[in-house]
């Protein structure tokens, strides 16, 4: 699929199959989004990788929190997350796990995925809990968290395109 094209089809996909998407797909993504830009070449964001189920769903319950919006799955149901953490002690951590993220949204629809962004990884990941499951895994230092990037094979009609709002580029001839 041509670059462009991408970034111009791409949108939040929030209904998924329950299908696991091979390795090698999430392998790609994640290729991709490790290959995104970073302040200084500091590469400062890493990703955790989550296709466990039960991992998965005790992510999407402290994600969730008490957050009345989120009675359900906040994940919509997509089998894996990829959660993207950086390093604090880099200045431009935030904006290197942002270009990550992104990436990692086109790589997962030029494959035929669907993706979404999902806030709140930097409130799961500074809670005990969160920090307590970092451990677990043997992830050490301080990471903020940046988005969790669900992706899964859509469940339904690919979403429509939203209008994109006017004026917002001011040209200086």
Same mark, same amino acid.
């Given at each position: 699929m041509?670059? *462009?094209?991408?970034?111009?089809t791409?949108?939040s996909v =929030? =209904?998924? =199959?329950?299908?696991p $998407?091979?390795?090698e797909?999430?392998?790609?993504i *994640?290729?991709?989004g490790?290959?995104?830009?970073?302040?200084?070449?500091?590469?400062?964001?890493? *990703?955790?990788?989550?296709?466990?189920k039960? $991992?998965?769903?005790?992510?999407?319950?402290?994600?969730?929190?008490?957050?009345?919006?989120?009675r359900?799955d906040?994940?919509?149901?997509a089998?894996?997350?990829?959660? $993207?953490l950086a390093?604090?002690s880099v200045?431009?951590?935030?904006?290197?796990?942002?270009?990550l993220?992104?990436?990692?949204?086109?790589?997962?629809h030029?494959?035929?995925?669907?993706?979404?962004?999902?806030?709140?990884?930097k409130?799961?990941?500074?809670?005990?809990?969160?920090?307590?499951?970092?451990?677990?895994?043997?992830?050490?230092?301080?990471?903020?968290?940046?988005?969790?990037?669900?992706?899964?094979?859509?469940?339904?009609?690919?979403?429509?395109? =939203?209008p994109?709002k006017?004026?917002?580029?001011?040209y200086?001839?």
């Open positions: 041509d670059a *462009i094209q991408n970034m111009l791409r949108r =929030k =209904k998924y =199959k329950p299908d $998407v091979s390795k797909l999430i392998d790609k *994640i290729e991709a490790l290959n995104a830009p970073s302040g200084l070449n500091k590469q400062s964001p890493i *990703i955790l990788a989550v296709t466990n039960e $991992v998965r769903d005790e992510l999407s319950k402290l994600n969730a929190g008490k957050d009345p919006f989120f359900t906040p994940f919509y149901g089998p894996a997350v990829l959660v $993207v390093d604090k200045p431009t951590h935030v904006y290197d796990g942002s270009l993220m992104e990436n990692l949204q086109l790589a997962a030029a494959l035929g995925l669907g993706a979404c962004w999902i806030h709140r990884a409130e799961t990941f500074e809670m005990p809990e969160g920090k307590a499951l970092l451990k677990k895994l043997g992830i050490e230092g301080e990471y903020e968290g940046i988005g969790n990037c669900i992706i899964g094979y859509m469940d339904g009609e690919f979403p429509a395109e =939203k994109r006017e004026n917002r580029v001011y200086v001839d």
